[in-house]
């Protein structure tokens, strides 16, 4: 099994695309990830909240949960592959 983990795609301008996941501190299968995936610097803690804002500003209709990541990317150039599923449309 693998454990509990968030895919990011993170993209902006003057720095090299970064494509990684994070994984979710206290998973059961954080130790036996059968993809071998698992490292310390790619665990973040999930805290449940009941603020009655969320970060983005919106009200909150119950408990939330709210990630803490520090993504570092490198200064550089470079082309973010496309998200799946996604309809990318050319501007004209």
């Given at each position: 099994?693998?454990?509990?983990?968030?895919?990011?795609?993170?993209?902006?301008p003057g720095y090299e695309p970064l494509v990684t996941h994070?994984?979710?501190?206290?998973?059961?299968?954080?130790?036996?990830?059968?993809?071998?995936?698992?490292?310390?610097?790619?665990?973040?803690?999930?805290?449940?909240?009941?603020?009655?804002?969320?970060?983005?500003?919106?009200?909150?209709?119950?408990?939330?949960?709210?990630?803490?990541?520090?993504?570092?990317?490198?200064?550089?150039?470079?082309?973010?592959?496309?998200?799946?599923?996604?309809?990318?449309?050319?501007?004209?």
């Amino acid at each position: 099994m693998r454990p509990a983990h968030v895919h990011f795609l993170v993209d902006a301008p003057g720095y090299e695309p970064l494509v990684t996941h994070v994984f979710i501190e206290g998973d059961k299968y954080l130790d036996s990830d059968v993809v071998f995936g698992v490292k310390d610097e790619l665990i973040a803690r999930v805290e449940k909240r009941s603020d009655p804002t969320m970060p983005d500003g919106k009200k909150a209709d119950g408990p939330w949960h709210l990630m803490t990541y520090d993504f570092r990317v490198k200064p550089g150039e470079g082309a973010a592959p496309k998200p799946l599923g996604v309809k990318v449309t050319e501007t004209a």
